[in-house]
């Protein structure tokens, strides 16, 4: 039986705009800094703190001045450019639920509409075999349909080799020249090395780690033998999953690599939106912008203590 071709891009955009971009809407109330925090260069005013303020963003020589919070506004807060660096890559195209493909267009459909709309830019760059695509930053609905079809022109059968997703960052690098709000999305099945690359990264840019991953990444089902193959390398192997040796020994492995990028995301000091495919795209960035709201809670309630150990130091 054949697949059922995907929805066109202006389908796909309309459906989401009314099943995830409404919700979304609703539940940030306009306040979609939460979900990207725009960095700026220029100093343009001071103001005091509110829910949600990026506590970075925090004066804290007036702080302790006043008794009350401030946190610095800059110019480029109010002209926000967000940028999607997107690694397609043989290994997205695999997905039990949804293809990581497909969540992957409809994140970047969703975050780039959020952001265009409020009458900022989006622009991005594109990974598969080769470096091959950058789309400057622009504004428009138009753009966005656009950048949903240079995705969906991205072959899946690419030629295979190793991902190297230190190229994909540091070729982004020189691209985006004012301080924005980045998005790697990516399922992170690449050669090492690009954790330093993103850490540089982050250290002009609030960089978000948007993770593509599958279930069956994690975990097998007992389906007897299968051929398996590697999407990258295209070795291809048959493996008994009825074999509890097999299956046991398979989860302890993903559950390492688990710990280990883990680890390297940490270091690299970014967020992580986690997408699973069988999850509600909705639900999971607004449980992403949950953790954000709750760490700035966390960190606002910390605060008094850190002005009062600055005025007994």
Same mark, same amino acid.
């Given at each position: 039986?054949?697949? $059922?071709?995907?929805? $066109?891009?202006?389908?796909?955009?309309?459906?989401?705009?009314?099943?995830?971009?409404?919700?979304?809407?609703?539940?940030?109330? #306009?306040?979609?800094? $939460?979900?990207?925090? #725009?960095?700026?260069?220029?100093?343009?005013?001071?103001?005091?703190?509110?829910?949600?303020?990026?506590?970075? &963003?925090?004066?804290?020589?007036?702080?302790?001045?006043?008794?009350?919070?401030?946190?610095?506004?800059?110019?480029?807060?109010?002209?926000?450019?967000?940028?999607?660096?997107?690694?397609?890559?043989?290994?997205?195209?695999? #997905?039990?639920?949804?293809?990581?493909?497909?969540?992957?267009?409809?994140?970047?459909?969703?975050?780039?509409?959020?952001?265009? *709309?409020?009458?900022?830019?989006?622009?991005?760059?594109?990974?598969?075999? @080769?470096?091959?695509?950058?789309?400057?930053?622009? @504004?428009?609905?138009?753009?966005?349909? &656009?950048?949903?079809?240079?995705?969906?022109?991205?072959?899946?059968?690419?030629?295979?080799?190793?991902?190297? =997703?230190?190229?994909?960052?540091?070729?982004?690098?020189?691209?985006?020249?004012?301080? @924005?709000?980045?998005?790697?999305?990516?399922?992170?099945?690449? /050669?090492?090395?690009?954790?330093?690359?993103?850490?540089?990264?982050?250290?002009?840019?609030?960089?978000?780690?948007?993770? =593509?991953?599958?279930?069956?990444?994690?975990? =097998?089902? /007992?389906?007897? !033998? %299968?051929? !398996?193959?590697?999407?990258?390398?295209?070795?291809?192997?048959?493996?008994?999953?009825?074999?509890?040796?097999?299956?046991?020994?398979?989860?302890?492995?993903?559950? *390492?690599?688990?710990? /280990?990028?883990?680890?390297?995301?940490?270091?690299?000091? %970014?967020?992580?939106? /986690?997408?699973? $495919?069988?999850?509600?795209? #909705?639900?999971?960035?607004?449980?992403?912008?949950?953790?954000?709201?709750?760490?700035?809670?966390?960190?606002?309630?910390?605060?008094?203590?850190?002005?009062?150990?600055?005025?007994?130091?």
């Amino acid at each position: 039986m054949a697949e $059922t071709a995907p929805p $066109t891009p202006q389908a796909l955009l309309q459906k989401l705009e009314w099943k995830v971009l409404k919700r979304l809407d609703g539940a940030l109330q #306009g306040d979609y800094r $939460t979900l990207l925090r #725009g960095h700026g260069v220029d100093l343009a005013d001071l103001r005091e703190y509110q829910f949600h303020d990026d506590v970075r &963003h925090i004066d804290w020589n007036v702080t302790a001045r006043l008794n009350v919070p401030h946190v610095r506004q800059f110019i480029e807060d109010r002209d926000l450019t967000a940028w999607f660096l997107l690694d397609l890559s043989p290994s997205i195209d695999f #997905g039990s639920q949804r293809r990581k493909r497909e969540v992957s267009e409809a994140f970047v459909a969703v975050m780039a509409s959020l952001v265009l *709309r409020h009458g900022n830019r989006a622009g991005a760059v594109l990974y598969g075999s @080769s470096l091959d695509t950058v789309l400057p930053a622009k @504004s428009g609905r138009m753009h966005v349909l &656009h950048l949903m079809q240079r995705m969906r022109a991205r072959p899946s059968s690419a030629a295979t080799g190793t991902t190297r =997703l230190a190229d994909l960052i540091e070729r982004a690098r020189p691209s985006i020249k004012r301080r @924005s709000a980045v998005f790697i999305v990516s399922d992170f099945i690449s /050669e090492s090395g690009w954790e330093a690359s993103m850490a540089r990264l982050a250290q002009k840019h609030d960089v978000v780690a948007v993770r =593509l991953y599958d279930p069956l990444e994690m975990q =097998l089902p /007992e389906l007897g !033998m %299968v051929l !398996m193959q590697d999407a990258e390398t295209g070795e291809q192997i048959f493996v008994d999953t009825g074999a509890r040796g097999f299956r046991q020994r398979f989860e302890a492995a993903a559950e *390492r690599r688990e710990q /280990e990028l883990r680890n390297s995301l940490a270091r690299a000091g %970014v967020d992580t939106l /986690e997408l699973p $495919t069988d999850a509600d795209l #909705g639900d999971s960035i607004l449980s992403f912008v949950d953790a954000r709201r709750q760490r700035s809670r966390l960190a606002a309630g910390a605060m008094p203590l850190h002005n009062r150990a600055r005025s007994q130091a």
